[in-house]
């Protein structure tokens, strides 16, 4: 069990630029969340999969955020047109879902649009 | 609207003494509150979680507290060592805890020798 990963962990991308980050949950893993925290803030929630199905979308993922899970393994987030709120750390969490609720987190991908 | 407030914002404590995290709720509906610990640069870890049918939990130096008729819950973390030093989360979900989670703005520990 070699716990959530995150990638890429750093990327620096200048306003207007697309990125897409990557998760790959633990194993068996069948709920994946994605969550986003600034600077002395708590996490926020973002979106979270069941499989590969997406089942819920916070008002905070505008129009401009994408993810999916196809196959229900990993998953991407990607955020076009970036913008300089959009500077955070993106966290992805990943639960059993049957029974095991706890959610565990990756180490985050932090983003800095310049 | 805020739904979990967690305070202090900030605590220094002393080696060795009690380190008393707390956090209130509204919505009734949460019935999972678990608590992570965050060091600068990682992502959240899991500390410890209680449900509302018990009122006390302990793992190890760490006790959850839980008060369902107040709506508030805390975490003590017993013998303050300065590895204890992070960020800690309260969060608060529904179903069991299969729902997103919602987080308190966090508390900034120092424990110092």
């Known amino acids: 069990d070699t716990g959530v990963s995150q990638n890429p962990r750093h990327k620096i991308t200048k306003r207007g630029q697309n990125v897409t980050f990557r998760c790959d949950p633990i194993?068996?893993?069948?709920?994946l969340y994605w969550y986003r925290q600034t600077l002395g803030q708590g996490p926020e929630f973002l979106t979270y999969?069941?499989?590969?199905?997406?089942?819920?979308k916070s008002r905070l993922l505008s129009d401009r955020f994408s993810a999916e899970r196809p196959k229900g393994s990993f998953s991407t987030l990607e955020i076009q047109r970036t913008e300089q709120g959009d500077s955070a750390m993106y966290l992805c969490?990943?639960?059993?879902?049957?029974?095991?609720?706890?959610?565990?987190f990756g180490p985050g991908t932090r983003l800095t649009v310049t | 609207q805020q739904q979990v407030k967690q305070s202090p914002q900030s605590l220094i404590v002393q080696k060795g003494g009690i380190s008393i995290i707390n956090c209130a709720y509204e919505?009734?509906?949460?019935?999972?509150f678990p608590w992570y610990q965050q060091f600068p640069g990682k992502g959240p870890a899991l500390l410890i979680a209680?449900?509302?049918?018990?009122s006390e939990k302990k793992e190890g130096r760490f006790t959850i507290s839980f008060n369902k008729s107040a709506k508030q819950f805390s975490l003590h973390i017993m013998d303050s060592q300065p590895g204890d030093s992070a960020t800690y989360f309260c969060?608060?979900?529904?179903?069991?805890?299969?729902?997103?989670?919602?987080f308190g703005k966090g508390t900034r520990l120092s424990v110092i020798a």
């Open positions: 919505n009734t509906a949460f019935d999972y």
């Open positions: 194993s068996e893993h069948n709920r």
């Open positions: 999969f069941q499989n590969e199905a997406q089942l819920e």
């Open positions: 969490a990943s639960s059993s879902g049957w029974g095991g609720f706890e959610q565990y």
């Open positions: 969060a608060a979900s529904t179903n069991s805890g299969n729902t997103p989670l919602v």
């Open positions: 209680i449900r509302p049918d018990v």
